[in-house]
């Protein structure tokens, strides 16, 4: 090749075209990277969102049929879809849905058994395959979540965090959390929100995508991580009273907080579709 040669002579042959687009990529991915947290974070979720659920709606299907004929079968669940009501971004609340993959089944006290005891044979293969969590993709689409963020909380669990805690309300829940890298078995609810709130405050484009890849490299492996430790099998309020940091009253009144909120969001949706069918009459 000529060092010599005009640019145009130079975009000619094989190498001067190979180095035009290895600058055009670089060129790309620094302005995504520079522009990550407050434009192209959400365009790359709505894009891949948009890709993922059409790509895979007939694997959803496929799912969808087994799954209701095992539930037709076992009459494990209720129902096929589980909606759940988090906070996110700015303690906005929305409603998440899931595969149901659990039976709802308690200890002698009243508390739920752990996850591990109460997930059917169908929904250990949903999990691990994670077409669980195919319609979630919806709420990424929906700018109600994120690929990558904190792990969805509760309405209850959220009524009990400290002003501190609430730092991790700054971005959108995620799929994959900071936590594929930085938890373990060992993990705590304090240091599950002390890493969402230091991840809220240092969103970057490349730990985005480390975090995503190392949630993908534990799945294609078939390893058997647990990264959100204690988180996973207890909500904050019940860690709480199993930890002694409150009593009984005290995870009366958040779950109270919880269940209040939850109602005046109801009776809210209720009077808008009332005044949408008056509207429409």
Same mark, same amino acid.
């Given at each position: ?169 700054? &971005? #959108? !829940? ?7 890298? *930085?938890? $373990?078995?060992? =993990? ?5 929100? %002390? ?29 058997? &991580? #647990? !990264? ?7 909500? *904050?309020? $019940?860690?709480? =009273? ?5 009593? %009984? ?33």
């Amino acid at each position: 090749m000529n060092i010599l040669a005009s640019p145009a002579d130079l975009l000619g042959t094989p190498w001067g075209m190979a180095i035009f687009i290895v600058i055009d990529i670089a060129v790309l991915v620094l302005i995504i990277a520079l522009n990550y947290r407050w434009l192209f974070k959400r365009v790359l979720d709505f894009l891949f969102a948009a890709v993922f659920l059409i790509v895979f709606f007939p694997f959803f299907l496929i799912a969808l049929v087994a799954d209701a004929i095992y539930n037709r079968v076992t009459n494990a669940y209720k129902s096929l879809f589980a909606g759940e009501y988090c906070v996110g971004k700015k303690e906005k609340v929305f409603r998440l849905f899931t595969f149901t993959t659990e039976r709802v089944l308690h200890d002698e006290e009243g508390r739920l058994l752990p996850v591990r005891e109460r997930i059917t044979p169908m929904g250990r293969l949903l999990s691990a395959v994670g077409m669980k969590y195919y319609p979630c993709l919806a709420a990424v689409l929906a700018g109600k979540m994120s690929f990558v963020g904190p792990r969805p909380l509760s309405l209850a669990d959220a009524a009990a965090l400290t002003s501190e805690q609430k730092g991790r309300f700054a &971005v #959108r !829940p995620g799929l994959v959390s900071s936590l594929e890298r *930085y938890g $373990g078995e060992s =993990l705590t609810y304090p240091e599950m929100f %002390e890493e969402d709130a230091e991840y809220a405050a240092h969103i970057g484009f490349f730990k985005d995508i480390s975090f995503f890849m190392t949630k993908l490299a534990h799945r294609l492996r078939g390893d058997s &991580v #647990r !990264p959100y430790g204690e988180c996973t099998d207890r909500d *904050y309020i $019940g860690w709480m =009273l199993d930890t002694g940091a409150i009593g %009984e009253e005290e995870a009366a009144e958040y779950r109270e907080r919880g269940e209040e909120r939850l109602a005046g969001l109801r009776n809210a949706d209720r009077e808008r579709r009332s005044f949408e069918r008056n509207l429409f009459q």
